[in-house]
């Protein structure tokens, strides 16, 4: 079957940096995708990677192993704005996306 | 650019009444998203359409749930009639494939309430 697997919830301090993982099972793979989600708003597209490696953007980077069907998102110098859910996506063969249950991140003063 | 705009916002209605959502996709977008989704969830994907076809309406609840895009731009999502465990909020979302990349881009979502 296909599968995300994410925390549901992470709490990090205002200014400091945090990773959040996610790992996939897909038939065949098209790409990985992160979307940040404010609460009662729409996801917002973040990052995009099909390729080994990471991909940085600003103060957030996405990170891919395909070998190892993970990801993570790193965020850095973390604001009071970046409270959202983070949402893992899986492309699969047929250009679905796969979507995970989406990690709470609340950051603290 | 204008983004993805949908309508209502908001919806309350009993059980047993219809009801209709609406959205308008990137210009240019040829492929229109519909999805569900619950409070502490991902989205659940109700229809895909490609112009004007659906390619993929395998978790749709054709019962009640039905969808349509007429000249492959606007789309309407109705369900009738309208059961308590509706209650979510329907996304919809439009990409344009690029090569390998199709990203998708969300509305605002319309926030269903069945009282």
């Known amino acids: 079957g296909q599968n995300i697997d994410q925390p549901t919830e992470m709490t990090a301090t205002e200014g400091a940096i945090v990773q959040i993982n996610c790992t996939y099972q897909t038939s065949g793979f098209n790409g990985l995708f992160w979307y940040q989600q404010h609460a009662g708003e729409a996801p917002t597209f973040l990052s995009y990677n099909v390729l080994d490696g990471l991909e940085e953007k600003g103060r957030f980077s996405s990170f891919l192993s395909r070998s190892k069907g993970y990801s993570y998102l790193l965020l850095k110098e973390l604001q009071m704005k970046d409270s959202a859910s983070y949402l893992c996506a899986a492309m699969d063969s047929n250009y679905q996306l796969i979507w995970g249950a989406g990690t709470k991140l609340i950051i603290k003063p | 650019e204008a983004g993805v705009v949908q309508s209502p916002r908001y919806k309350i209605i009993e059980k047993k009444q219809p009801v209709a959502f609406w959205c308008n996709p990137i210009s240019g977008h040829n492929t229109l998203y519909w999805y569900l989704q619950n409070l502490g969830q991902g989205p659940e994907l109700l229809i895909r359409?490609?112009?004007?076809?659906?390619?993929?309406d395998s978790q749709l609840p054709k019962d009640r749930f039905s969808a349509e895009r007429l000249k492959g731009v606007d789309s309407t999502l109705k369900i009738q009639p309208a059961e308590l465990g509706d209650s979510a909020v329907y996304l919809c979302?439009?990409?344009?494939?690029?090569?390998?990349?199709?990203?998708?881009?969300f509305g605002p979502g319309t926030r269903l309430t069945v009282l």
């Open positions: 359409y490609e112009n004007e076809e659906a390619v993929d």
């Open positions: 979302a439009s990409s344009s494939r690029q090569g390998e990349t199709d990203t998708q881009y």
